[in-house]
């Protein structure tokens, strides 16, 4: 079966920081990726998929980055975080056009 | 106006109780929707996938589309505690197949 694994669960970081979170698939290939971000009490803000290695589509604008160096690892990144990258970050996986996706539990995101 | 809208709640019921969820949309190319399960601090979990017009059951859960309506509904029989959480739609089709569009969420707590 598939699983979805993202890694830290929580990190509180300073204003300025580097920003690094990974996420890893198991159990299928070439698969959809997706990260969010969820803010408290609020829906998911795609911020970035891709449908293959080196492909990635940027939804919004921002200070993060994502990479996808291998069939089924996302990497979101940021070189100097700001206090508005505050937030609960998501990452999930797909199979091909309109299957639905799955996530993994998140990374509890602070900035001080 | 946003494509998908998710009544908002919260919502509290008693043990037992019969809960319907509502989320309604604009796009009429949306043909696969989705019902997603979150607890708190945790990464939405899929609970019904259905496509086009009718119903679904599994369980305790029974999903249903009007496609003439925009409007899906999912509803949980005989709820119980374990059962709060927050609700989300989700929908695919047409143009953006690879992505899904979110409503914001539904808070549900059931009472003992």
């Known amino acids: 079966s598939q699983t979805i694994h993202q890694w830290p669960a929580t990190l509180v970081q300073p204003v300025g920081s580097p920003l690094s979170l990974e996420c890893t698939v198991e159990g299928t290939s070439n698969p959809n990726l997706y990260w969010y971000r969820q803010a408290a009490g609020r829906g998911l803000q795609l911020l970035f998929y891709s449908v293959g290695i080196g492909q990635i589509s940027s939804e919004v604008p921002q200070n993060l980055s994502a990479s996808r160096p291998q069939d089924r690892q996302f990497i979101l990144s940021s070189k100097k975080l700001l206090l508005s990258d505050s937030g609960f970050y998501l990452c999930a996986w797909s199979g091909k056009a309109n299957q639905p996706q799955h996530f993994g539990d998140g990374t509890r995101l602070s900035i001080l | 106006q946003k494509e998908v809208e998710q009544d908002p709640g919260p919502l509290s019921v008693p043990e037992g109780a019969i809960v319907s969820l509502n989320c309604t949309y604009s796009?009429?190319?949306?043909?696969?929707f989705m019902w997603y399960r979150q607890y708190s601090r945790k990464g939405p979990e899929l609970l019904m996938y259905t496509y086009s017009s009718g119903n679904k059951e599994d369980g305790r859960f029974t999903a249903q589309v009007d496609k003439s309506s925009k409007y899906i509904s999912l509803f949980i029989r005989d709820s119980q505690p374990s059962d709060s959480a927050t609700y989300l739609c989700?929908?695919?089709?047409?143009?953006?197949?690879?992505?899904?569009?979110f409503g914001d969420g539904t808070t549900l707590t059931v009472k003992p």
């Open positions: 796009n009429s190319a949306f043909q696969y």
């Open positions: 989700a929908m695919s089709g047409g143009a953006n197949a690879g992505k899904s569009t």
